[in-house]
Nanobody, 125 residues
């Protein structure tokens, strides 16, 4: 499956962005999806994950209450709504996919088989 992330950009602190990740070449509804981010000089970290149906969701503690992951299986797309952005949210955000037979969300990058190229989010103070 191929993944294409979009929606990044420059936003002021306190603002919002919505990232999208369009999937092609696979059975989208069979995949658990996730968002990860990597800031300059830092390790990649988990942001949010969602199971096949959208019912199961997981979030990193640092985004709980601010970010929401969702998916539209009819459009083969997963979203990350980011509100109340902070300068420390500045990073390249990437989406990832892994096939799953059950409805689970995965939080570990090592469990994901497919990765998109990333979209840059810059939050100014």
């Amino acid at each position: 499956v191929q993944l294409q992330a979009s929606g990044g950009g420059l936003v002021q602190a306190g603002g919002s962005l919505r990232l999208s990740c369009a999937a092609s070449g696979g059975s989208f509804s069979s995949y658990a999806m996730g968002w990860f981010r990597q800031a300059p000089g830092k390790e990649r970290e988990f942001v949010a994950g969602i199971g096949r149906t959208g019912t199961k969701r997981s979030y990193a503690d640092f985004v709980k209450g601010r970010f929401t992951i969702s998916r539209d299986n009819a459009k083969n797309t997963v979203y990350l709504q980011m509100n109340t952005l902070k300068p420390e949210d500045t990073a390249v955000y990437s989406c990832a996919a892994t096939p799953r037979t059950s409805d689970v969300s995965e939080i570990f990058g090592a469990y994901y088989d497919y990765w998109g190229q990333g979209t840059l989010v810059t939050v100014s103070s």
